[in-house]
């Protein structure tokens, strides 16, 4: 089970007519414009759309102290704490929406390079080649780049992992199997569920290598076993964080979820219908078909390594390796989401390109090729398009900016989920000199360390006693979550009698409503009382 580092005769190669330096012009030249590319495309727009719930999390811990910080996602998060130090620093140049965003942006860039160098050493310089551009005209991965979470990190660690893996494997050089004890580390502590799975599955390669005599899989297990120690003292934080309970709003996977993964992995956020010309096309005309093309190119690009049982066991288990882990702890507790498994998807991509590949190699299959090449990057220009033009975030920007235009002496925010607070005020804190007296429902995030977490009469009775001197109540809430929320579940019904609305604004996944106080505010006596 050798894994091969020269070319078979035959081989594709996108520039065998020219001689060997003129070949690493081309590709030189041609990794460029792909890297360009993929930079212009995750640029683009980058700072058009505000922050969401999930972002003003990530600027909200990143501004804490370090100390702080490590200390809030140890008793409040789910995360590891790699991406929000890194956070930490970079917004110590500058806080702005495309400052932040753009530390999510380099490392998907740099996921590209990494991408090229796997598929060229797993099968040729052409899968590296093609790989690399389905990456970067990737919409999933575009999508990710433009958000300020871990994920696009995630994917460069796991694919930086996966590529030293692969070198390790083919030369057996030092510098290999420490670059992947410290990438594999890095994976873990960017983010648990996606970097456990690509690193369990990596184990299971190397033992496999072990079992059958290979030197190199004795070695790759010292290296990963490094990695895992490096990590052990963040090990314990995510037993207690896992013993905290489950993330609410993460459901048990379906058949359908993963239809809907494959399609999301090459086009993702597709819209409704896809206008060409004066035709329009209903997506669940061509989305069935679409996901059954990608999956048999797939299956094809592991179909062409047939003859390389090393290289195939390796891209097979980077497959579905963190599929098959995540399906399964999800079992014990929910944790499947596509998110977390972007370095499926790359692999994914790979083997696309490898499929590809495959078919143009063969006069009969190049039509085919063609065709569903052209389809791909249809569907991936109708779900930029959709991306760039039509998908809107949570406008917490134009909530903040409302509130602020409206607001007076006497008033107070009462939000319905604490982590709503968060990116609420980070553009409210630029609009006002003044803030208001804020509240959450069931409490603040540095009282409570819990994400909305449910609200009971007690909690409510005591949000109605302190809002009982003020004269009128802003009440926010998301989209997401408990979107009937009503005054009453805020501040409970005794308090919520004297309420009288006054006005209600939709700003774009973010609602606002204006009560005033009817007659005089209650006393604190009245508030009590039964």
């Known amino acids: 089970m050798e894994i091969r580092t020269t070319p078979e005769r035959g081989e594709a190669y996108p520039f065998a007519w020219v001689s060997r330096f003129s ?68 917004m110590m140049i500058d806080d702005s929406v ?63 992992a996966s590529y030293c893996l692969v070198w390790g494997l083919q030369t057996s050089k030092t510098t290999a199997w420490v670059c992947y004890a410290l990438v594999a580390a890095g994976s873990l502590y960017t983010q648990q569920v996606g970097g456990l799975a690509i690193i369990v599955t990596h184990g299971v390669v190397l033992l496999t290598y072990y079992l059958r005599g290979k ?125 977390t498994l972007i370095p499926v998807a790359i692999v994914f991509l790979l083997l696309l390109a490898a499929g590809l590949v495959w078919l143009m190699k063969h006069t009969i299959g190049r039509p085919v090729a063609v065709c569903a090449f052209a389809v791909l990057l249809l569907l991936n220009i109708s779900s930029l398009d959709n991306i760039y033009r039509h998908y809107e975030k949570e406008n917490w920007d134009s909530a903040a900016s409302y509130v602020t235009k409206q607001a007076r002496q006497g008033d107070i925010i009462i939000f319905n989920g604490n982590s709503s607070q968060l990116p609420f005020n980070y553009y409210y804190s630029r609009f006002s000199a003044t803030k208001l007296p804020q509240l959450s429902v069931p409490c603040e995030l540095d009282r409570c360390y819990r994400f909305e977490a449910p609200a009971n009469a007690e909690d409510r009775a005591r949000i109605g006693s302190q809002v009982s001197v003020y004269q009128r109540i802003w009440l926010v809430k998301r989209w997401w979550g408990n979107w009937d929320f009503t005054a009453e579940d805020a501040v409970g019904p005794r308090y919520a009698k004297q309420l009288r609305f006054i006005e209600e604004k939709d700003v774009g996944g973010v609602v606002v409503t204006l009560y005033g106080v009817e007659g005089e505010p209650m006393t604190q006596t009245q508030v009590d009382e039964p």
């Not at 070949?23 to 041609?30: D, P, S």
């Not at 753009?102 to 590209?112: A, Q, R």
């Open 98 to 160: 495309y400052w932040i965003r753009l530390l999510s942006v380099i490392p998907s860039v740099l996921t590209i390079p990494f991408v090229y160098g796997l598929g060229k050493r797993l099968h040729s310089q052409s899968v590296g080649l093609l790989s690399a551009l389905l990456l970067a005209i990737s919409p999933f991965n575009i999508y990710f780049a433009q958000e300020a979470r871990m994920y696009s990190l995630l994917g460069l660690m796991a694919t930086a």
């Open 215 to 339: 030197r190199e899989g004795v070695i790759g297990l010292y290296a990963l076993a490094a990695g895992v120690v490096g990590w052990l003292p963040w090990f314990a934080v995510m037993l207690y964080q896992i013993s905290r309970g489950a993330v609410s709003w993460i459901g048990n996977p379906s058949p359908h979820d993963l239809a809907l993964l494959v399609l999301s992995f090459t086009s993702h956020l597709l819209p409704d219908v896809i206008h060409l010309s004066s035709v329009t096309i209903p997506l669940p005309d061509i989305s069935l078909t679409a996901v059954l093309v990608y999956l048999s190119l797939a299956c094809l690009g592991i179909f062409s390594l047939r003859h390389l049982r090393g290289q195939i066991l390796i891209a097979s288990f980077l497959l579905f390796g963190p599929l098959v882990v995540e399906l399964n702890a999800s079992l014990l507790q929910p944790v499947f989401i596509d998110r």
């Open 23 to 90: 070949a690493y012009i081309l590709t030189t030249l041609a990794m460029s414009a792909i890297i360009l590319l993929g930079s212009l495309l995750r640029l683009h727009d980058l700072a058009s759309q505000s922050l969401w719930v999930d972002e003003g999390v990530s600027v909200w811990v990143a501004s804490k102290e370090v100390h702080y910080l490590l200390l809030w996602l140890v008793r409040g998060d789910v995360h590891p704490p790699l991406y929000f130090i890194l956070l930490h620093g970079w």
